[in-house]
C-alpha cells in the first residue's frame, strides 16, 4: 500500500530527472521515437501518464537538461489543460443535446450514453423550457440523434416505442 491508499499527500520530492510536487509527478524518460528525451506527466494516484512530451537536451546534448521549478510548473499547466481538454471531449461524445420546436414549444432532446465495457447504454429524453419531461426511451448507444431524429420522435409524441 503508498501514500496514496492512505488519503496523504504524496512526499514532495524536485531530483533533476524526477519531480513530485502540486499532485502531479513529471518523469525525464529516454526518448523512445528518437535519440532525444522526453517527459512523462502523471496526475497522483494514476498509474498511466496523462502527457508524454518532448524534453530539452542538456549542454552535452546527450543527457537531459534537469527539471527546475519553472519548467515543472509549465509541465503542470499544460498536463492538466491537456486532460481538462480530453474530459470535455469526453463528456461531448457522450452528451448529446439538440433543441426543437415542435407541438410542445421548445424542446431539449438530450441523448445521454453510459459507457461500459458489459453493457454500454444510452436514454434519450426530452423536455420543455420548464425543465419538464415529456418523454424518455431507453436507446442503443450507436443511436444517432440528429435534428431530424429528434423532430420524428416529437411528432410521434415521443413514445419509446418510436425510437426503437
Same mark, same amino acid.
Request: charged share 30%.
Given at each position: $500500500?503508498? #501514500? @496514496?491508499?492512505?488519503?496523504? &499527500?504524496? /512526499?514532495?520530492?524536485h531530483e533533476a530527472g524526477?519531480?513530485?510536487?502540486?499532485?502531479?509527478?513529471?518523469?525525464? %524518460?529516454?526518448? #523512445?521515437?528518437?535519440?532525444?528525451?522526453?517527459?512523462? $506527466?502523471?496526475?497522483? =494516484?494514476?498509474? !498511466? *501518464?496523462?502527457?508524454? =512530451? *518532448?524534453?530539452? $537536451?542538456?549542454?552535452?546534448?546527450?543527457? *537531459?537538461?534537469? +527539471?527546475?521549478?519553472?519548467?515543472?510548473?509549465? +509541465?503542470?499547466?499544460?498536463?492538466? !489543460?491537456?486532460?481538462?481538454?480530453? #474530459?470535455? /471531449? +469526453?463528456?461531448?461524445?457522450?452528451?448529446? /443535446? %439538440?433543441?426543437? @420546436?415542435?407541438?410542445?414549444?421548445?424542446?431539449?432532446?438530450?441523448?445521454? %450514453?453510459?459507457?461500459? !465495457? &458489459?453493457?454500454?447504454?444510452?436514454?434519450?429524453?426530452?423536455?420543455?423550457?420548464?425543465? &419538464?419531461?415529456?418523454? #424518455?426511451?431507453?436507446?442503443?448507444?450507436?443511436?444517432? +440523434?440528429?435534428?431530424?431524429?429528434? !423532430?420524428?420522435?416529437?411528432?410521434?409524441?415521443?413514445?419509446?416505442?418510436?425510437?426503437?
Open positions: $500500500m503508498d #501514500e @496514496s491508499d492512505h488519503g496523504t &499527500e504524496q /512526499q514532495v520530492i524526477f519531480w513530485r510536487d502540486n499532485g502531479w509527478t513529471a518523469r525525464v %524518460i529516454k526518448n #523512445e521515437d528518437d535519440d532525444g528525451w522526453a517527459v512523462a $506527466m502523471t496526475p497522483d =494516484g494514476q498509474v !498511466e *501518464p496523462a502527457l508524454v =512530451g *518532448p524534453w530539452t $537536451m542538456g549542454r552535452d546534448k546527450k543527457n *537531459p537538461k534537469p +527539471l527546475d521549478t519553472s519548467a515543472f510548473n509549465t +509541465l503542470v499547466k499544460t498536463a492538466a !489543460e491537456f486532460v481538462r481538454r480530453h #474530459e470535455q /471531449q +469526453l463528456h461531448a461524445a457522450l452528451h448529446k /443535446q %439538440i433543441d426543437i @420546436s415542435c407541438h410542445a414549444g421548445r424542446v431539449s432532446v438530450t441523448l445521454d %450514453i453510459e459507457p461500459d !465495457e &458489459e453493457n454500454p447504454s444510452a436514454v434519450l429524453r426530452a423536455t420543455d423550457a420548464s425543465d &419538464e419531461v415529456l418523454g #424518455e426511451a431507453r436507446v442503443s448507444p450507436g443511436f444517432r +440523434l440528429t435534428r431530424a431524429s429528434a !423532430e420524428a420522435w416529437a411528432e410521434a409524441g415521443f413514445s419509446a416505442q418510436a425510437v426503437r
